[in-house]
């Protein structure tokens, strides 16, 4: 079981970098660019809950879940 993590959507309606994003939120960048480019081994939910309350969203609008079966497309 895997999720996707839907970070790059939400950093082009609020248009930001990595290294602003990782300023304003303590999140690590290399963190941060797993979340934007490949489906991350783990999802920590503590992330997901302060990245939800930068982009004002709810997790069910963060992340997407991906089957085993299937790739994840970016």
Known sequence: MKFKVLLKDWMEKTPTTVHKLSKETGINRIT??????????????????TLCKHFDCTPEEMLVFVPDNEKAEG
């Open 32 to 49: 941060l660019r797993r979340y934007l480019y490949e489906t991350p081994s783990r999802v920590e939910a503590a992330k997901i809950e």
